[in-house]
């Protein structure tokens, strides 16, 4: 089975350094196969027939030894990434629009290892005044910002939802969906 394993924290404003190359090396170590990567904030592509929920701890340890950080790994399939595009609730006008503006919209994707509490959903209520609109389905939360992510309360504040979570961006989402595409042809 194929998955995409997204790493949070890694490579960001010189913290948690990891080298893709290396990176793939520690996972082939751990029986993973057909490793891939894609840009230097920690996408992979593998291949496993491991359950999803031990395969996410057993990639978090094996990070953890090989270079001394505590990542969070959250993991999907080809499935749920189509699904992820597929059920975007902001219209093509509006991705486009926000991909093409000069003032930094754009659309991001926060993925969650699990749904988040009814807890941690009231706490987003307090940015619904930010310039962001945001939508909260299952395990994923679609974020169309209207200035730039690097000043949002709201991206800053997900990590209170009390469920691991990264953000990727749309483009970053597209072009997973397209590698794990090119692998089944």
Known sequence: MIYIALLRGINVGGKNKIKMGELR?????????????????????????????????????????????SIN?????????ERIIGNCPF?????S????SAVGESLYVALLSK??????????????NEKVIYLIEGREIYLLFHHSIKNSNLARSLQKLGVPVTIRNWKTLNKLDAMVNERNT
């Open 25 to 69: 090396d520690v996972l082939e170590t751990m029986g993973l196969n057909r490793v891939q990567t894609y840009i230097q904030s920690g996408n992979i592509l593998f291949e496993s027939n491991e359950k999803e929920e031990p395969l996410q701890k057993q990639i978090e340890k094996k990070i953890e030894e090989g270079f001394g950080y």
């Open 73 to 81: 790994v959250i993991l999907r399939t080809p499935t749920e990434l």
């Open 91 to 95: 219209s093509e006008k509006a991705i």
């Open 97 to 100: 629009e926000a991909e093409a």
């Open 115 to 128: 749904p988040p509490s009814q807890e941690g959903i009231k706490r987003l209520s307090n940015y619904k």
